[in-house]
């Protein structure tokens, strides 16, 4: 295949599976219910995985080969895996409730993916991976911070963490080819394994003391 | 001349034609999805063609609005097709108007269609009445952004210099804009044609109904034409979606064979858009009327992050 | 110079000045005083609009020099006219839309015969239209605002001519001070001009912008953007246009809706394209960025209404934020050195100026004819007036339709230019700003669909389904003079629709004088049967075509006939009731229930409130009585100018204690301040 074209289309798949990315995220903002919010990252992480996989197969990095793999084990198969027991085993209520309405928090995501494409503008140059990745990955990383506070329920919480993580790994494999070391990228991903493993314990905690995952209800906590 | 008075007629043809099998073919293939056998894909023309037999009852409350809104609607409907490419890459009206026009057609037949709903004095015309215009009210934004970011990119509003434009190799039309562009018209197209996350095209009789509700006072040669307009409308936006967005194969000239490998082509992609209809409708149940803003404000995104990822860039 | 447009310039305004008088004269004798206001009115209007055409088309207009009315010794104030092409576009609209309500008032007039002065009607009316054609004509900042006094005074007399109603006074008096505020900037803009040039002549003032500093300039952009937003009823400075609006005459408010907020799109457009120079880009952000905000707003404001007059004063609203939108992107394109997209811009604004003064008048005409068949403005208590009142129910028609912005009208067409002017502009600049144009061209296609929910309820719940009160059902056509005033309008309509590549050529002179190159012949293609949005290739439109085209699929649905239909027979019977008693008129869809779901849509914007008490005996499903209560919050009343005017009034009381009414305090006063100013002088 002719070089050239083989970079465009790269460039494009890359394009095209981040910004998919992006619509998983705007509908976990939108989503109601937790199982389904829950298989949502999952293909979220499943598209992080393909990203891997293309700038492996395309750039000829095998050590990103490991992170698609790891990708693809641990957010695509583990722990959705082991947020969907949690989630059945507790038997919380379906519904997420969100401070903000749907409609609302759609928009301000909106304004967050605007955002996030103009501070990613100056860097243009610097990428070759197709220049939405960049810019994607800083709104993903927006955008779960948002759905971070904008959830009531625990799980949730989690759940928006991971995405944020997914926005950060994204921008790590985009990057890639200027020499993020494979160690760091590591780190990141059992960092945040971890972090989803004691944060997963912790909500059983909560809901066990409060027979509700309310982070509403930690305000008792207080003396 | 002569050859876009043939186009013309032609098109008109192939739109009255194949409207109705579109809308039997989901009916159809809908059916056999949910383990039942369907009536079969001919059913609407032998729908309409019973429908244009049949006396007419007219309410003794209606006005002659109620008696010119059926042609309005139709007329408004075929029109709107006239300035969509379907075969080939030239539309026979797209020198009177493009997607703008397209659009304000759409919304022509759309307002006599809710004045009939009220005409007949009765609860359920003014309900769907109501519905309809609310759900296109707030679904006109995402449609016109997403039109926007095709016609940006093409430097123009007319349908057939957005397809050549658009016309290329088929790795390229995987683009991120398109791809969140076509995301945000197909949740249009689901609401403009009134399919189930939206309303049930099944129902009737029911509250939720919408636009059954404003063709309830409607009988005979009337209701002919207006449920043949729905399907001709609903065509048009299926056509708009797949040959802007994916216009692979579209015949360039006139010639026979290009015609016939464009028309082969069109067909199998509506088809494929149908199909996607089909299994949507299958997997989902219908939303709340107070719910589709969440869906329509999605499509709203959706369409500006088209226009983002294009154009920040650039 | 050719004289012929001064000439029957003078013969107008004479006739306007004739018809006051007559007014006056018989102001006892109601058909007297009837006849001879408003056909004078009708006659001076025929004269200006010949006029200000021909000074247009034969090209007199650009360099017309100024013709002296009267002579004058005082300094700095000379009341001249000037006929350019700007006056004279604006001249045009007043003249076309006096001219039908003229007429229109010769059989509305007779509704007050014995129960109100006809002849101060006329007068005041004669007055308006005369002030506001001065406004429009006059060469000099100082007879501007005279001209524009006298029509703010005329106006709020004619607002107020039902003054019985508390309402009506009150509304009166929120138009005079929101008034006043306006005309307060403007003074001191113009005084900011003055001091730049030296002058008061708008001669002197012509690019002066380009000569001042900055922020004089600057300053100067504010004043006339408050001065004349207040007019042109800009949000958030709309509040009395609501108000004032609806509780005039309808003949009068066709005038004030349909023209008199023109005037504040006049001047803006006098001032920001022929006074203050090449514009800094914010200036155009600023006007786009409000121009949407007005028609978002206006269209969903307009949607909760249920007074028929009051709905169509908030669509003014919505249609002079579509005008902004063209003249913010025409202004933006100047900054970025576009002129011919400069110009494509101003047309959209300019020829939805025109459209809007045509199919508003119209709406209000027939909105007269149907609250004064109905005896109501409430449009609950109307209905099935499609049946009684067949033609004014096709007017309104025709101008619903238009201003919904749907083929094959003149709303449409010119709503097609600002889209396209949007569309083109994306390419002139590559900074952010750039997405401003794509957003707002969202924002009017959700302004356009919410106007035609707007209109489907108007029209629908006014005309169509069952009448809702006795007086409706007993309602009688208007008198032909009534449908002729609007027959001439919704001619209008269908022509400013039909053949907009006729009229483009009246503004050639106009975007030649204030933006760049004339755009009529790029703008029309294939002998001007299609419109064309100015680049090649880059989009067209032709309204004939598609009319004709649309003749053309008729044959369809005759065939069809011919073919199927032809033995079939129509029956009438009763709407279907669900088996119950038959339908009474209480079972309707209501206005309000109507736009309920987009009242729950935006509730963040209206905050609806709804009381609903019932009285049963044994069970509340068997309610004796019902009584439901609804309202929706003008966010911009009750949070900005209530607290506001809560804190003048609590600065008033404050300075009360100043006022303490003694002659000593008051001396002292004076003399404080008097040392004060010595002091200064040293």
Aim: charged content about 10%; glycine content about 8%.
């Amino acid at each position: 295949m002719n070089p050239a074209i083989s970079t465009d289309i790269a460039a494009q798949l890359i394009a095209l599976l981040a910004v998919l990315m992006l619509v998983v995220q705007l509908l976990l903002v939108v989503q109601r219910m937790l199982l389904t919010s829950i298989r949502l990252f999952a293909v979220q992480s499943m598209f992080l995985a393909g990203i891997a996989a293309v700038v492996a197969f395309f750039h000829g990095a095998m050590h990103v080969y490991i992170v698609a793999g790891l990708t693809f084990i641990g957010k695509v198969m583990f722990l959705p895996w082991l947020l969907d027991r949690q989630v059945r085993r507790m038997r919380i209520g379906q519904e997420i409730e969100p401070l903000v309405n749907f409609p609302t928090s759609m928009l301000t995501c909106g304004g967050l993916t605007l955002l996030g494409y103009i501070v990613a503008r100056p860097f243009t140059s610097l990428e070759r991976l197709g220049n939405n990745t960049l810019a994607v990955a800083i709104t993903l990383v927006l955008t779960g911070i948002f759905l971070m506070f904008n959830r009531r329920k625990a799980i949730t919480q989690v759940l928006a963490l991971l995405t944020v993580e997914n926005g950060v790994m994204l921008a790590a494999v985009a990057l890639t080819t200027y020499g993020m070391p494979l160690v760091v990228e590591l780190g990141i991903f059992f960092d945040v394994l971890v972090a989803v493993m004691v944060l997963a314990i912790l909500v059983y905690r909560i809901r066990e003391s409060f027979d509700s995952m309310d982070v509403g209800k930690l305000t008792q906590l207080k003396g | 001349m002569s050859s876009t008075a043939f186009d013309f007629v032609l098109q008109t043809a192939l739109l009255l034609g194949l409207a109705p099998l579109v809308s039997g073919c989901i009916k159809n293939w809908k059916a056999k999805l949910q383990n039942r056998r369907g009536p079969p894909v001919w059913q609407v023309y032998r729908d309409i063609g019973k429908f244009l037999r049949k006396d007419m009852v007219v309410s003794e409350h209606a006005s002659w609005v109620f008696s010119y809104a059926p042609y309005v609607v139709f007329i408004s409907a075929l029109l709107a097709g006239l300035m969509v490419p379907m075969v080939s890459t030239q539309a026979p009206l797209s020198l009177f108007g493009g997607v703008l026009a397209l659009v304000g057609l759409l919304a022509l037949g759309r307002f006599f269609l809710a004045l009939g709903g009220l005409d007949p004095a009765s609860a359920f015309g003014g309900m769907g009445s109501s519905r309809e215009m609310t759900i296109a009210a707030i679904a006109e934004p995402a449609l016109m952004l997403a039109i926007f970011t095709v016609a940006l990119a093409a430097g123009s509003t007319d349908l057939s210099h957005i397809v050549q434009a658009t016309l290329g190799p088929a790795w390229s039309l995987l683009n991120p804009r398109h791809v969140l562009a076509f995301a945000a018209l197909f949740i249009v197209l689901l609401a403009e044609t009134g399919r189930i996350p939206v309303d049930n095209p099944a129902t009737h009789l029911e509250l939720t109904m919408i636009h059954e509700a404003m063709l309830l006072e409607y009988s005979g040669r009337y209701l002919a034409l207006m449920e043949w307009g729905a399907s001709i409308k609903q065509l048009v936006l299926m056509t708009l979606l797949v040959n802007v967005f994916f216009p692979i194969g579209l015949a360039a000239d006139a010639s026979p064979a290009a015609l016939g490998l464009g028309l082969l082509s069109y067909l199998a992609r509506l088809s494929l858009v149908a199909g996607v209809v089909v299994l949507v409708e299958t997997a989902n149940a219908k939303l709340r009327l107070f719910r589709v803003p969440d869906l329509l404000s999605a499509a709203f995104v959706l369409a500006s992050l088209a226009l983002f990822s294009t154009f920040l860039f650039q | 110079m050719d004289q012929f447009s001064p000439i029957l310039l003078n013969l107008g305004l004479l006739g306007y000045v004739l018809g006051a008088l007559a007014g006056l004269v018989f102001f006892r004798r109601s058909r007297a005083a009837n006849l001879g206001a408003f056909g004078c009115a009708a006659a001076a209007a025929a004269c200006t609009g010949l006029a200000c055409v021909h000074a247009l088309l034969t090209g007199a207009a650009t360099d017309a020099g100024s013709t002296r009315l009267v002579p004058t010794l005082v300094p700095y104030v000379q009341f001249t006219v000037c006929l350019d092409p700007l006056s004279c576009f604006f001249g045009l609209i007043l003249s076309l839309v006096a001219l039908a309500l003229s007429i229109y008032s010769l059989g509305y007039a007779r509704g007050y015969y014995g129960r109100k002065s006809v002849g101060v009607l006329g007068a005041f009316y004669n007055v308006l239209v005369l002030a506001t054609t001065l406004v429009f004509l006059s060469d000099n900042a100082f007879f501007f605002l005279i001209a524009w006094e006298i029509m703010a005074l005329s106006a709020y007399c004619l607002v107020s001519f039902e003054h019985e109603q508390n309402e009506t006074r009150n509304a009166g008096v929120l138009f005079f001070v929101m008034s006043h505020i306006g005309t307060g900037c403007l003074i001191l803009g113009f005084l900011l001009l003055f001091q730049a040039s030296g002058g008061y002549g708008f001669a002197g003032f012509h690019a002066l912008g380009d000569k001042m500093a900055a922020s004089p300039r600057n300053a100067a952009f504010l004043l006339f953007l408050v001065g004349f937003g207040v007019k042109a009823g800009l949000v958030p400075l709309h509040i009395w246009l609501p108000a004032a609006h609806p509780v005039a005459p309808s003949n009068v408010s066709a005038l004030l809706s349909g023209v008199l907020i023109k005037t504040g799109i006049y001047g803006l457009a006098r001032v920001l394209f022929d006074f203050l120079g090449t514009p800094p880009n914010w200036w155009g952000v600023t006007v786009l960025g409000l121009g949407t905000l007005s028609a978002v707003l206006g269209v969903l404001y307009a949607l909760m209404q249920h007074d028929l007059k009051r709905l169509l004063a908030y669509h003014s609203i919505e249609n002079i934020g579509i005008i902004l939108m063209g003249l913010g992107a025409a202004l933006m394109f100047l900054h970025t050195g576009h002129p011919v997209l400069a110009s494509l811009a101003l047309v959209a604004g300019l020829y939805h100026t025109i459209n809007h003064a045509v199919f508003k008048a119209l709406l209000f005409l027939g909105a007269g004819a149907v609250v004064h068949a109905a005896h109501t403005r409430d449009m609950e208590e109307m209905g099935g007036l499609a049946k009684r009142m067949p033609h004014t129910a096709l007017f309104f028609l025709i101008g619903a339709v238009a201003i919904s912005a749907l083929p094959p009208l003149n709303g449409f067409v010119s709503e097609w230019l600002v889209y396209q002017s949007l569309l083109q502009g994306f390419g002139t600049t590559s900074s952010l700003i750039r997405l401003m144009f794509p957003l707002s061209g969202a924002m009017l296609a959700l302004t356009g669909a919410l106007a035609a929910a707007c209109f489907v309820k108007a029209f629908g719940i006014t005309f169509l389904a069952q009448p809702r009160s006795t007086h409706a059902a007993q309602a009688r056509e208007a008198t032909p003079t009534m449908l002729l005033g609007q027959g001439l309008l919704a001619a209008a309509c269908v022509f400013l629709g039909l053949f907009p590549t006729l009229f483009l050529k009246v503004l050639d002179p106009v975007t030649r004088q204030l933006a760049g190159p004339a755009l009529s012949t790029q703008l029309s293609l294939a002998n001007g049967l299609v419109l064309s949005g100015a680049t090649p290739g880059g989009g067209s439109v032709s309204t004939l075509g598609l009319t004709a085209a649309a003749a053309g699929l008729l044959l369809v649905p005759f065939a069809l006939w011919l073919v199927y239909a032809r033995r079939t027979r129509v029956r009438l019977g009763p709407t279907w009731d669900c088996g119950l008693q038959g339908l009474t008129p209480r079972m309707e869809y209501t206005a309000t229930g109507f736009s309920k779901p987009i009242r729950m849509i935006f509730k963040a914007l209206f905050r609806p409130r709804r009381e609903v008490q019932r009285e049963y005996d044994f069970s509340p499903y068997f309610a004796k009585t019902l009584r439901f209560e609804s309202h929706v919050e003008e966010l911009f009343l009750t949070r900005l100018y209530r607290p506001l005017y809560g804190a003048v009034w609590q600065a008033s009381r404050r300075m009360r204690a100043l006022q303490a009414g003694s002659l000593q305090a008051y001396l002292i006063y004076i003399f404080v301040i008097l040392l004060v100013l010595l002091l200064f002088a040293l």
